[in-house]
């Protein structure tokens, strides 16, 4: 069986992490995660408040007893939401573990640093990374651009990404972006990093909580079906392809601004998509690594295969693959 140091760190059987997602991380995926032995993060901002996160926790906590996180992400707003509440409900309910993305957490990490909350940061450059562990976190999750939501602005892939910040930072760190299986695992491990993080192949998964219907659209999907919108706007972020991404792209290439986009990318257009089951009805998340996912398996049997299979291909692959 696999192990690194991030399973020493965080407490967990198998280097493998479900990162926050969304609509999408919440306590029957969490928790589902958990009993198979990886890290899974419930996404703090899915909760429409700092009190409905702590009902959220408490309601994980009665389907697994073993270790999960919260994920924190720290965006720009208009009307931000309540990040300090929400990150007094991760330490009041003893989280050990939170992943921070977006914007710099470092105000946060006083406060998660005094509780012994260790710090999983989620950066999509090698620069990114520097900082993150100059300011303290414990780890990073390093997204390459193959990778589902926000890329970054330097389309830079994971199979150079990953080595590239492996040579430059000492944390532990894990490899997001373009995984879903025991090769991805692999590959990851051999480039320097000690996990990986997946989404999409955890969103394509019985337990997570969207609708049948988005599940078969990504079993259906190539890596080719994605759409990078907000390109103009230096926002990127990576989604399925629908006649609203589509419609999206037009625009903004054409000149648009992004009030010409509001309505088309309002986050309550896409949690219609996971409830209703309608792929275009607004703006979902899917990475490249699509094009890998032919089922829809429960969350125990992707780990199993990772788990299993990264072993076979460790013990009977790669030996003698060397120059003769």
Known sequence: MVTTRFCDLFGVEHPIAQGGMQWVGRAEL?????????????????????????????RCRELTDRPFGVNLTILPSINPPPYDEYRRVIVESGIPVVETAGFNPEEHLPEFREAG????????????????????????????????GHPG?????????????ARRITIPMLASGGIADARGLVAALALGADGVNMGTRFLCTQEAPVHSRVKEQI??????????????????????????????????????????????????????????????????????????????????????????????????????????
């Open 30 to 58: 969490v928790a589902a995660v958990a009993d198979a032995g990886a890290l899974g993060f419930l996404t703090a901002l899915t909760q429409p408040t700092p009190e409905d996160l702590a009902k959220e926790i408490e």
């Open 219 to 324: 079993v259906a999907a190539t890596e080719r079906d994605t759409e990078l919108i907000f390109r103009p706007l230096r926002n990127t972020a990576r989604v399925a392809s629908n006649s609203v991404s589509r419609e999206v792209v037009e625009i903004l290439d054409g000149g648009g601004v992004f009030d010409d986009v509001r309505d088309l990318v309002a986050g309550s257009r896409g949690r219609k998509v996971f409830e209703q089951g309608d792929p275009e009805l607004g703006i979902w998340s899917s990475g490249m690594v699509q094009g890998l996912i032919d089922d829809i398996p429960t969350v125990a049997e992707v780990i199993e295969r990772m788990v299993v299979e990264a072993d076979d291909l460790i013990a009977n692959r790669l030996p003698g693959r060397g120059a003769q």
């Open 153 to 165: 602005e330097d389309d830079i892939p994971g199979l150079v990404l990953i080595p590239a910040a």
């Open 117 to 148: 909350v260790k710090v999983l940061h989620k950066c999509t450059s090698v620069r990114h990374a520097i900082k993150a562990e100059e300011i303290g976190v414990d780890a990073v999750s390093v997204d390459g651009f193959e990778c589902a």
